[in-house]
Each structure stands twice: as C-alpha cells, then as structure tokens.
C-alpha cells in the first residue's frame, strides 16, 4: 500500500487519489536507475505475499487510515496551474524502453537528489526522487518532514504544506498505524515505506512547469512478530506537478491514484525479521530518467 489513497496537495482539481493535482512525468524511453556510490546494493520489491483473512483486513483497515489522512492534508491550497499549461510532449524517436544516457542529476538536496536537467528528462528524473521521498517512512517522522518538504515543494508552499502535513500526520493518526508521536514504531518493529519507480511520463511540459507520471510499486507496512498491520505491496501512479524555480525542478503539487498493477501470483511471504533485515540492509537508489 502506499501512504495514502486520495492524496493530492493543494490543486483546485477535485481531490483524490485520481484527480488532485500533486502526483507522477511520461516520456518514451524507460526509467533507469543509478546506484549512489555505484556500489551494488538495490531494492527488489516482491509479489503481493499471500495472506490470511485477518491480516487482510488489518492490512486494509490502516490503509483506510492513510487515506483519510491524505485527504485532509489535501483540502484546500494552491491553483494547480502547472498541471495542464504548455505543449504535450510528441513521441521520441527512440522505444519505450530505452534510457537516455544523459547524466540525470549534479548533486543532493539533503537526503534527495537535486541539480535534475532544466529538459524533460531533468523534469522526470526530479518526479521520480520526489515520488519516493514523499511516499517514504521519513515523511510521517515531523522531525525529518521538516527537512523534506523544504527540499521537495516551491518555497511559497512550504509553510502551507508543512501545517497540512502536521496536521495529517498527528499524534492519533500516528498511534492508529502502530508508530509514535515522532514517527518511530516500538522496540523490536520496523516500519516499512520503500517505493520504487518503474517508469515515467510527460503529460505536458514548458521550460516553466512539467508535469509527470510516475509509475511506483513498494512495500509497505510494519515488520514485527506482533504486528497488525503487516507489509504488503502495492502498484500506484503519482501525478506531479513541477515548476522550474532557483536553477532546479520543484513540486507545485500531486497526486496519486491506484495501478497499474500486475496478477499476482501466489508466493510465499517472507516472516518479519527477514524484511525488517532486507530494509536495513539495502539503500535506496537515485532514479534518473
């Protein structure tokens, strides 16, 4: 599951998870990925593990819980005018899966990429690496919120985003999904939020605004022996409306909707100690387009 179901921050579309205007940037060629130090260490997300009934219904009851969060950080704010102004992106000689090979980013923002192209592919590459900071375990922590958003969002929706973010993610919400007031799951559980890109796309784009698809699967949920709300997988696409400001890409707004997702097939699911492991022993990458 992702964070949330009917996220959208501050568009004037109409809210959810389909329509809002902060979610993902389409082009033609496939998303690449590129490892932090070009070491070997990547994230592989599995198929949707088999579950019991019970499980099934704890796993759904916390995502109603994202949802209902999302949704009230999603009311209100901002004009969404970078969704839809500007040219649609033709098709690109090349095929679907092909990279650019062009080098994606100069350098970090913090934890988060930064310095992305001031092209399409710079606008996809930033959507991606801000469709996993904002989807991440980091984010429902207000100690390390206060750091991300600055890093992802337009200076003038900082302080907007931060209070809706606040207020989203607070002290009641945080005890329904098993976490502390500072974001932190109890001794001997790791809470999981790891999500990764698998592809993007230009919806429509100007040297002033963007704005991309991006295609995501992930694991989500809490790795313990006790645990009601087990880690599972979900497919969603978050919508992302960027604008080109100080000499970088930045998010205006998003959204997310459900899938595309694949059959699942059945697989045995991994007990909690070897995911609460996997999660600590593999980093993340820095996506590029």
């Known amino acids: 599951m992702s964070q949330g179901d009917e996220r959208g921050y501050g568009g004037n579309e109409p809210g959810g998870r389909t329509e809002d205007a902060y979610s993902t940037l389409g082009g033609t060629r496939q998303t690449r990925t590129r490892l932090p130090g070009g070491g070997e260490d990547g994230d592989g997300y599995g198929r949707r593990p088999t579950r019991n009934s019970r499980s099934l219904i704890m796993a759904v009851g916390v995502v109603v819980l994202l949802i209902a969060a999302i949704a009230f950080a999603n009311q209100g704010g901002g004009d969404g ?155 969603f696409t978050m919508t992302l409306a960027l604008r080109w400001t100080g000499d970088d890409w930045k998010v205006d707004s998003f959204s997310q909707k459900d899938g595309p997702a694949p059959v699942h097939t059945d697989r045995t699911a991994s007990d909690a100690d070897e995911i609460a492991k996997a999660v600590e022993e593999y980093g993340g990458f820095t996506y590029a387009r």
Not at 120 to 142: K, R, W
Not at 145 to 157: D, G
Not at 185 to 207: E, H, I, L, Q
Request: hydrophobic share 35%.
């Open 81 to 235: 005018s970078s969704g839809d102004n500007g040219k649609k992106p033709e098709a690109a000689g090349a095929g679907p899966t092909a990279a650019t090979g062009t080098k994606p980013v100069q350098g970090k923002n913090g934890t988060i990429a930064a310095g992305f192209a001031h092209d399409e592919q710079g606008a996809q590459s930033a959507a991606a690496n801000y469709a996993v900071a904002l989807v991440s375990a980091e984010i429902l922590q207000p100690d390390r919120r206060s750091e991300l958003v600055p890093q992802i969002f337009v200076a003038e929706r900082v302080s907007e985003l931060e209070a809706r973010f606040d207020q989203a993610y607070n002290k009641a919400f945080l005890d329904k999904v098993g976490l502390d007031e500072k974001g932190i799951a109890a001794p001997g559980m790791t809470y999981v939020s790891r999500t990764a890109p698998v592809g993007t796309k230009t919806t429509a784009y100007t040297d002033a605004s963007a704005t991309v698809e991006v295609w995501c699967t992930g694991v989500f949920g809490t790795a313990g022996v006790s645990s009601t709300n087990p880690v599972s997988n979900d497919w």
